[in-house]
């Protein structure tokens, strides 16, 4: 941290309410140049609504008051839309997790970059294109006038972000606001965003970081913030609140990081009251026998080749992958983004051909037949995604979503059968009548994991099933998902970039790089003990709790 002089950010008493309800309440805030103060908490906990007030973007519906808020030295607390133009991006800068929702998909990112300066600086159009350059050269971008030209949705996520970040740098301010910047990134780009957001702090800049990943904030944060419903319960300096919180609620969130919990550890605590599923009960615990080294493949990925046409040849996304999956067992796949493994996994659902080689369940061909021969055994093997609400009907109930995955004929599924099923995920039974999007972010991925568990499968393709989730939402469906696996026997395989997760979940590891297995093995061992430099490289990348 830089010498201290005037606070950046100085607000006092902040209180965002919508309607009747006040969901930030009392927020006392000051950061300093060159200081990170990190506000950590569950999904719902006011984090980013206070992010949003603070350059007055609660929302037209909010009503915001503060007894003081100060920004770069300007009083703001009864500004005017105005003057908060001049405001944004000029004295204070955001950043969003969703760089493809905030970036103009229809204008090149240069554009979006030279905007700020186009409005808050008198500058020369190749002025400005020349700082542009600079900037996206700045953040690390490869080719700068080669990206500049590029719409968002041609970017990688990775290099979108950088992009949004260009962006909000563009006119040096003086507070920068990142709210969840890593979130979803693989472990290489996101240690390259963290690096950036660091060399920007020393040069001065005082940052606000929003974020639910503790070994993030352990790596940036000065300060630590604990927020529920609305209010700060615990702060302190990062290495005092992450390593020797005071707060039963705090304690309950560190418990939650799946990083060093060791294999079938239980992650969620039903003590702790937060992140809970209304009217569920508590998942019970039992043991989990380990599958045998020489029992039969379950799955078997048999020197698979997948390519894709592209301008002047073709790209090749799997290039000669082999991998097993027994009962009972969870293969962990990882690897940077591009590195093949959502292409593997749709190789493993038939729902891509492969060039060359085939999928095997069972024993029996599985990706050479056709559909018709296929659709039969086609309940053995389900899906989890991200995303579950872009999967689902949203003019659909839960009822009708669960009975429509098991495939019965019609919509009135036996209530016993569907009350046991909600039970399975620990959802309550009132959830069945609702849509999904009245529901959490972690009911429904629970509905998501229902909906896969409906049709009876042996095997469960997890594509980054908890990336978008809270660190205590997280820990209940990975401990959702080890007790699944131990009361059916399901065989998992889990795709993540959260190299802590994969850790925490996986019996063996395989690591995926430009579309090739580079090493696999035992996951302790790989993870501990990596024989190829692209592994290590992962492992010494990956944020971990602690300062």
């Known amino acids: 941290m830089t010498d201290a002089g005037e606070p950046v950010l100085d607000v006092a008493s902040l209180r965002v309410a919508f309607g009747g309800a006040e969901v930030v309440r009392g927020v006392d805030l000051m950061i300093l140049p060159g200081e990170c103060v990190a506000i950590v908490g569950e999904s719902g906990s006011g984090k980013s609504v206070t992010a949003r007030a603070l350059l007055g973007m609660a929302g037209p519906d909010s009503r915001t008051s503060s007894e003081r808020l100060v920004v770069a030295g300007q009083e703001l607390g009864a500004a005017s839309e105005r003057t908060w133009r001049d405001v944004r991006g000029a004295r204070a800068g955001l950043i969003l997790q969703d760089a493809l929702v ?115 904030v352990g790596r940036l944060a000065d300060r630590v913030l604990v927020m529920r419903d609305g209010e700060i319960i615990e702060q302190g300096t990062a290495r005092k609140v992450l390593e020797d919180p005071s707060e039963r609620y705090t304690k309950a969130l560190i418990a939650a990081v799946p990083a060093d919990s060791p294999r079938g550890a239980r992650l969620s605590s039903s003590e702790s009251g937060i992140g809970a599923a209304p009217g569920a009960a508590p998942l019970a615990t039992s043991a989990r026998t380990p599958p045998s080294a020489d029992a039969a493949a379950l799955l078997a990925i048999d020197h698979v080749t997948k390519t894709f046409p592209v301008p002047g040849g073709r790209f090749t996304a799997v290039d000669d992958v082999s991998l097993s999956l027994r009962r009972g067992e969870t293969l962990g796949l990882v690897g940077e983004s591009g590195s093949g493994k959502t292409t593997v996994a749709r190789l493993a659902l038939a729902l891509t051909p492969p060039d060359h080689g085939a999928v095997f369940l069972d024993g029996q061909e599985w990706s050479t037949i056709d559909e018709r021969r296929r659709r039969p055994a086609r309940h053995r093997i389900g899906a989890i995604y991200q995303d579950p609400l872009s999967s689902f009907d949203p003019r659909w109930s839960v009822r009708r979503i669960l009975a429509d995955a098991a495939d019965r004929g019609r919509r009135d599924a036996p209530a016993f059968a569907l009350r046991e099923l909600l039970d399975q995920v620990g959802l309550a039974a009132s959830v069945a009548d609702r849509r999904p999007l009245t529901l959490s972010g972690g009911q429904r991925q629970r509905v998501s994991i229902a909906r896969a568990l409906a049709a009876s499968p042996d095997v469960l393709i997890c594509d980054e099933p908890v990336s978008a989730l809270d660190v205590t939402i997280q820990a209940q469906i990975l401990d959702l998902l080890d007790e699944l696996q131990r009361e059916r026997g399901l065989a998992l395989l889990f795709i993540s970039h959260d190299l802590g997760v994969v850790r925490h979940m996986a019996d063996r590891v395989a690591v995926m790089r430009a579309g090739r297995i580079v090493e696999s093995g035992d996951a302790e061992r790989v993870f501990v003990r990596p024989e190829h430099s692209y592994t290590a490289q992962l492992v010494a990348d990956a944020p971990r709790l602690g300062i």
Do not use: K, Y
Not at 130 to 151: I, N, S
């Open 102 to 216: 905030s970036l103009d998909p229809l204008r090149p990112v240069g554009r979006e970059i030279e905007d700020p300066l186009r409005i808050h600086r008198r500058m020369s159009a190749a002025e400005r294109r020349a700082r542009m350059l600079q900037l996206l050269a700045d953040v690390g971008m490869p080719d700068p006038e080669l990206a500049a030209g590029r719409r968002s949705g041609e970017l990688s996520g990775g290099l979108r972000q950088r992009a949004l970040i260009a962006s909000a740098i563009a006119l040096d301010p003086p507070l920068l606001i990142a709210d969840e910047p890593t979130t979803a990134l693989d472990v290489t780009v996101q240690a390259r965003i963290l690096a950036l957001i660091a060399g920007i702090r020393e040069r001065g800049t005082g940052v606000l970081l929003i974020s639910h990943d503790l070994a993030v």
